[in-house]
């Protein structure tokens, strides 16, 4: 069945450090979707990228779908406190347009002060 | 808007009870989604549903079970617990329109003794 990787699987950063985590897909996805756990809270949407290649961004966050639609990646720039939690990407089941979502383990962000 | 909302938050069990989890989605919104959280495995899908049908199910056996009414409400069951079915349930709902964003509730934190 389809599977979603991400590495790494944590990751310690000093405060205005850059922060870079991987989804690697089995399958060719139709999208990618991007997720943040705050500790003790439940995921909460953060982007959704469709096209090959595409890049965006949200302030201090970039957000890459790889040309074969099959990796992702997140970057965020000079890292906060406020950044810490569990960052998710997840892919629609089977690859295809399907409304269900497999998602990657997470990486998850600890931002030393 | 009222977010999604879960009952009841948290939840201790024996071993061999049953459980019961309600899940209410976002007004008008007609897919809702279970997830089990676990540390070692993540997010896994259990299940989906869409105007009272379920339309995808996970790889979990079938003690696990939900339904979904009328008014888009949801709820599961998990019968005949076992240990290592201690988790964060989470439950997500989405409107299918245009990005197929997951809104997720708080969770529903369940401890089997």
């Known amino acids: 069945g389809q599977q979603v990787m991400q590495i790494p699987q944590y990751q310690h950063v000093q405060e205005g450090e850059d922060f870079t985590t991987y989804c690697n897909s089995s399958t060719t996805l139709s999208n990618i979707q991007w997720y943040k756990q705050r500790p003790g809270g439940h995921p909460v949407f953060l982007i959704q990228l469709v096209k090959s290649g595409e890049v965006k961004k949200q302030k201090r966050l970039t957000f890459q779908f790889g040309e074969a639609k099959k990796n992702s990646s997140l970057h965020i720039t000079a890292t906060q406190t406020t950044d810490v939690g569990t960052y998710f990407c997840?892919?629609?089941?089977?690859?295809?347009?399907?409304?269900?979502?497999?998602f990657g383990k997470g990486t998850k962000l600890s931002v030393i002060p | 808007k009222a977010g999604v909302t879960q009952t009841p938050r948290y939840l201790i069990k024996t071993r061999g009870q049953q459980v019961t989890l309600s899940c209410s989605p976002i007004s008008g919104h007609r897919s809702v989604s279970w997830y089990q959280q676990t540390p070692g495995q993540g997010l896994q899908f259990l299940f989906e549903?869409?105007?009272?049908?379920?339309?995808n199910k996970g790889n979990f056996p079938g003690r696990f079970s939900g339904r979904q009414f009328s008014n888009s409400r949801s709820e599961m069951n998990v019968s005949t617990l076992e240990l290592g079915d201690s988790a964060l349930y989470l439950c997500a709902s989405s409107s299918l329109a245009g990005v197929n964003e997951q809104f997720f509730g708080p969770g529903t934190r369940l401890t089997v003794l």
């Open positions: 997840a892919g629609p089941r089977d690859g295809a347009g399907s409304y269900q979502l497999t």
């Open positions: 549903y869409f105007s009272e049908t379920q339309r």
